[in-house]
C-alpha cells in the first residue's frame, strides 16, 4: 500500500455524522446545564428530521426540577417530533420497545397517524407483553388505559387474554378496555373471569359493565354467578344482572 493510498482508505471509512448528532447528547442529558439542553432542544426541534426526532425522544426518559421547566422542555421536543412527521413512526417505535414509559410516544403517534392505523399499532405494542408475573409493567398498563378511548374491531381478540393477566391493575384496564367495544362478544369471557376473580374492584367493573349491555346470563351458570357475585349485584330470574 503506498503511501496515499493510506489517507484514501482512512478518507473513505470516515462516517459522516448527521447534523443531530452534535445536539443529541446535550438534550437527552439530566445533568447538562439547563440552558446548554434547552438550545440543544431547539436546535434539534428545527431540524424536522427523523434523526433529529431520534434524539428529542430521549429527553422523555428523565424528569427535571422544577416542574414547569420540565414541562416545557418536553414540550418543545414534542414539537420537534410531529416536525418530522410520518419520519417520525419509526423512531418512535424503536423507542417504545426500550422505553419504561409509552405516555408521551402515544400522545405523538395519535397526532401523526389516522386511527386504525393508531390503534392497530397499540396492540402491536400491547402483544409483546404476556400475562404473567413481572415487576415492571408500566407499558402495558398504559396501552391497555388508552385502548379504553378506542373502538376497533381488532381489540377485543388482542386484549381478552389481559383479563387474566397476573396484575389487579391489568386486568382492571382490560375489563374496561372491553367493556369500551360494547360488543356481546364480550359477555361469557367476562362472565368466566367474574366466576374466577379475587379482586372485588374487578369484580365490580365485570358487573358495571355486564349490566349496561343488558347481558343475560345463561340458565346452566345463574347459580354459580350468584354465588361469585359483589355485594349490591343479584341475577333475577330472566338472568339479567341488577343491582339489588
Not at 402515544?106 to 407483553?129: A, G, H, I, P, Q
Request: hydrophobic fraction near 40%; proline fraction near 4%; aromatic fraction near 6%.
Amino acid at each position: 500500500m503506498g503511501f496515499f493510498d493510506f489517507f484514501k482508505k482512512d478518507k473513505g471509512n470516515t462516517k459522516k455524522s448527521s447534523p443531530a448528532a452534535k445536539w443529541a447528547e446535550a438534550a437527552a442529558s439530566k445533568r447538562a446545564q439547563n440552558y446548554d439542553r434547552q438550545e440543544a432542544l431547539t436546535e434539534l426541534a428545527n431540524m424536522g428530521t427523523p434523526e433529529a426526532a431520534e434524539a428529542l425522544l430521549r429527553r422523555f426518559t428523565f424528569i427535571i426540577d422544577p416542574s414547569i421547566t420540565d414541562q416545557e422542555e418536553k414540550d418543545l421536543a414534542a414539537k420537534g417530533v410531529l416536525a418530522a412527521g410520518r419520519g417520525a413512526v419509526e423512531p418512535i417505535r424503536a423507542f417504545v420497545a426500550k422505553a419504561e414509559s409509552v405516555s408521551w410516544p402515544m400522545r405523538l403517534l395519535r397526532e401523526l397517524v389516522e386511527e386504525d392505523e393508531y390503534v392497530e399499532e397499540l396492540l402491536t405494542w400491547l402483544s409483546k407483553w404476556d400475562t404473567e408475573y413481572a415487576k415492571f409493567i408500566d407499558p402495558k398498563l398504559q396501552i391497555l388505559e388508552e385502548l379504553q378511548d378506542h373502538t376497533h374491531e381488532k381489540i377485543v381478540p388482542a386484549v381478552l387474554p389481559f383479563v387474566a393477566d397476573s396484575n389487579e391493575t391489568a386486568r382492571l384496564n382490560a375489563v374496561m378496555a372491553l367493556l369500551a367495544q360494547k360488543d356481546t362478544k364480550v359477555v361469557e369471557p367476562l362472565v368466566t373471569q367474574l366466576l374466577d376473580e379475587e379482586s372485588v374492584r374487578v369484580k365490580n367493573k365485570i358487573c358495571e359493565g355486564l349490566m349496561q349491555l343488558g347481558a343475560e346470563i345463561a340458565e346452566e351458570r345463574r347459580d354459580e354467578v350468584r354465588k361469585a357475585l359483589p355485594e349490591r349485584y343479584v341475577v333475577d330470574g330472566s338472568g339479567a344482572l341488577k343491582k339489588g
